[in-house]
């Protein structure tokens, strides 16, 4: 039977040209500077976002992970959603990796606004940790896949520059938000000093990440790079399957936001479903309408073939993504129906 698996957009597997790329990589010791591979891969991304430099990391954690150290220095406070990954989902990094605290509010489904931000800065007073950084996350994975508006950004950039504050973009799925929204990712990109993309989600390389900013904040991002850990060697093998995801998958990322779409109106039908946080891109977290917990319902699901995960007691999260094709959405939308929760 067809495994329809909606567990998450990084489940995806390097397709047969992705891999022919990958196999044929020039590749060199990038610790040494020396990898052909990861250059393009960076000099593509930097000029797509009109950045001057770019750095290929691992994973979407060690690119935050490293921002918030560049930007901080121990004892600082960072403000952010009490929703986002930086602070939900990277193993409490932030103090442990830069010593900072953290000032949070939930915000809209963990969309800031410059007011919100205003009110979290903490005033000049030597009883308080000094601010020094923002950071955003677009989209926010917490909260349902939404996006920011331009202008929302624009407000808090220039609060930022006004109180000397740094701004980082989580933007793990920062291509469906350019996508959603219609974005220019040069002018997006004017508005931070730095943003994180992850390219092995709906993007589907295998693994990578970048950190885009200016060429110093680069520089010292290396460095942060090579004491977590994270300096590669060959790694052009998997840069390379990284750019080729950046040329060949960003456009098709249209197709999950439909389909997401579609699922949301049939989940709306479904009488054990209570509410949809509103689609915007390729996540779908919707909540229980029956008294079961989510992982009972996950395992239930999971007994017709869809692979789900539980997002709190009472919610699931369904991700569309590049190996979710048409015949497993179809097959979704006929099975859907015929489930009792
Ligand atoms: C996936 C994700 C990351 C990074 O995750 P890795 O698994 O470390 O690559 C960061 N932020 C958000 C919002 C994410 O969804």
Redesign the pocket.
């Known amino acids: 039977m067809l495994t329809i698996d909606l567990r998450s957009d ?1 489940v995806t597997k390097p397709s047969q040209n992705m891999r022919e790329v990958m196999y044929k990589a020039p590749v060199g010791d990038d610790v040494l500077n020396e990898d052909p591979s990861i250059h393009q891969l960076q000099e593509f991304a930097a000029s797509l976002f009109g950045m001057e430099d770019a750095l290929f990391c691992s ?4 690119t ?1 992970q490293i921002a918030i150290a560049c930007h901080t220095r121990p004892g600082d406070d960072v403000i952010c959603s009490s929703l986002s ?2 602070y939900l ?1 990277e193993g409490g990094g932030i103090a442990l990796n830069s010593g900072c605290s953290v000032s949070m509010v939930e915000g809209n489904n963990g969309k800031l606004t410059a007011s919100m931000v205003q009110q979290l800065i903490q005033p000049d007073d030597i009883h308080k940790p000094r601010t020094t950084l923002v950071s955003l ?1 677009d989209t ?2 917490k909260g349902g896949g939404t996006c920011y508006e331009l202008s929302d950004i624009k407000e808090i950039h220039a609060l930022c520059k006004q109180k000397n504050l740094a701004l980082h973009c ?1 933007g ?2 920062l291509f469906n938000a350019i996508l959603a929204k219609n974005h220019d990712p040069k002018e997006y990109a004017s508005y931070f000093d730095s943003i ?1 993309i ?1 390219l ?2 709906g993007l589907g390389a295998p693994v990578g ?1 970048l950190l885009l900013g200016k060429k110093a904040f680069i520089q010292e991002a290396k460095r942060k790079r090579k004491v977590f850990g994270g300096g590669m060697r060959q790694a052009g093998i998997i840069a390379a399957g990284a750019l080729y995801a950046l040329e060949h998958n960003r456009a098709r990322l249209q197709e999950d936001h439909i389909r997401a779409k579609e699922i949301e109106t049939l989940l709306q039908k479904m009488p054990w479903c209570k509410t949809v946080v509103p689609v915007e891109t390729n996540i779908v977290i919707w909540q229980l309408s029956t008294d079961i917990h989510s992982s009972t319902a996950v395992a239930k699901l999971k007994e017709s073939n869809i692979h789900c995960f539980p997002f709190g007691e009472d919610k699931i999260r369904f991700v569309t993504h590049l190996d979710y094709t048409h015949q497993h959405h179809q097959r979704l939308l006929d099975v859907l129906p015929t489930i009792l929760l």
């Open positions: 990084t994973s979407g954690t060690q935050n990954h930086i989902y996350e926010v994975n989580d793990a799925r994180s992850c092995s989600k990440s």
